[in-house]
T-cell receptor, first 113, second 110 residues
Framework: DTGVSQDPRHKITKRGQNVTFRCDPISEHNRLYWYRQTLGQGPEFLTYFQNEAQLEKSRLLSDRFSAERPKGSFSTLEIQRTEQGDSAMYLC???????????FGPGTRLTVL | GESVGLHLPTLSVQEGDNSIINCAYSNSASDYFIWYKQESGKGPQFIIDIRSNMDKRQGQRVTVLLNKTVKHLSLQIAATQPGDSAVYFCAETRGTALIFGKGTTLSVSS
């Protein structure tokens, strides 16, 4: 157990609906990352935060995606107007400033019908 | 584009055998290379990392080898156990994120 938690663990939604996921890293994680993982593939970087500041966004993060980390602790990832192609595992990870020591949460598996 | 990839999608071994999982990378500028283990329904779990200025690092039952000449990374697991069955990913640090390869599924039979 890495101490990083994510909620919900599973989400099934209909196309066009909005969904929001939450990540709670451990308190020492000043950096927080979101990744997306599709079946059979490795995780792909979406965005990252240094404390509450969102410092980088991947080109994978379309304008339907928004992430926040308002107090520099937990983070939310919202997907608006979901599409079937959004079906994936959404992973959150945290570190204390050393990328080689990133620890992942269990992920939220999203299924868009 | 540049990516981190693995040579074989699957590897099957007998319990007690040694396992070797391979990875080829293309970006010479990465500072660290990391191996993760991912069990079904779980997030990736850190196994071991190696800094780019090293060529070998050992952990508990695991050894990572880095050959910068041919841009090759390997994970050796000694005395493989059924609990080692999982998907293994190599990853490299690049900029502000980890870049992952596609993964090798290790199956250990008793």
């Amino acid at each position: 157990d890495t101490g990083v938690s994510q909620d919900p663990r599973h989400k099934i939604t209909k196309r066009g609906q909005n969904v929001t996921f939450r990540c709670d890293p451990i308190s020492e994680h000043n950096r927080l990352y979101w990744y997306r993982q599709t079946l059979g593939q490795g995780p792909e970087f979406l965005t990252y935060f240094q404390n509450e500041a969102q410092l980088e966004k991947s080109r994978l993060l379309s304008d339907r995606f928004s992430a926040e980390r308002p107090k520099g602790s937990f983070s939310t990832l919202e997907i608006q107007r979901t599409e079937q192609g959004d079906s994936a595992m959404y992973l959150c990870a945290g570190d204390r400033g050393r990328m080689n020591e990133q620890f992942f949460g269990p992920g939220t598996r999203l299924t868009v019908l | 584009g540049e990516s981190v990839g693995l040579h074989l999608p699957t590897l099957s071994v007998q319990e007690g055998d040694n396992s070797i999982i391979n990875c080829a990378y293309s970006n010479s500028a990465s500072d660290y290379f990391i191996w993760y283990k991912q069990e079904s329904g779980k997030g990736p779990q850190f196994i071991i990392d190696i800094r780019s200025n090293m060529d070998k690092r050992q952990g508990q039952r695991v050894t990572v080898l880095l050959n910068k000449t041919v841009k090759h990374l390997s994970l050796q697991i000694a005395a493989t156990q059924p609990g080692d069955s999982a998907v293994y990913f190599c990853a490299e640090t690049r900029g502000t994120a980890l870049i992952f390869g596609k993964g090798t599924t290790l199956s250990v039979s008793s």
